[in-house]
């Protein structure tokens, strides 16, 4: 459990958001700090960059995958039974 009011480095940060605080972990996350890649993070430098629990669940939100809704594939359409079949099972 994230503790809001606690903070936390880089490191500590990565394996919450990342699962790891592997360099390339390490990276990904201070420059999306850093607003050199998207989605930016919000998080603050002292020394080093550190988040604070409030942050770290704001950026676990951001990141959670968004669910995408497809629309029907009408029967009358010009698509073949494979490709009908397809496209329904990725909704």
Same mark, same amino acid.
């Given at each position: $459990? !994230?503790?809001?009011?606690?903070?936390?480095?880089?490191? +500590?940060? /990565? #394996? !919450? !958001? *990342?699962? =790891? =605080?592997?360099?390339?972990?390490? @990276?990904?996350?201070? *420059?999306?700090? *850093?607003? =050199?890649? @998207?989605?930016?993070?919000?998080?603050?430098? #002292?020394?080093?960059?550190? $988040?604070?629990? /409030? @942050?770290? #669940? %704001?950026?676990? +939100?951001?990141?959670? &995958?968004?669910?995408?809704?497809?629309?029907? #594939? &009408? @029967?009358?359409?010009? $698509?073949?039974?494979?490709? *009908?079949?397809?496209? %329904?099972?990725? /909704?």
């Amino acid at each position: $459990m !994230i503790d809001v009011t606690a903070t936390y480095s880089l490191a +500590e940060a /990565a #394996v !919450i !958001i *990342r699962g =790891d =605080d592997s360099p390339a972990s390490l @990276q990904w996350l201070s *420059r999306r700090l *850093r607003h =050199d890649a @998207q989605p930016f993070l919000t998080g603050y430098r #002292v020394g080093h960059w550190r $988040m604070t629990g /409030a @942050q770290i #669940v %704001e950026a676990l +939100e951001l990141l959670r &995958p968004k669910q995408v809704v497809l629309p029907p #594939v &009408p @029967q009358a359409s010009s $698509m073949t039974k494979t490709s *009908r079949r397809r496209l %329904e099972a990725t /909704a």
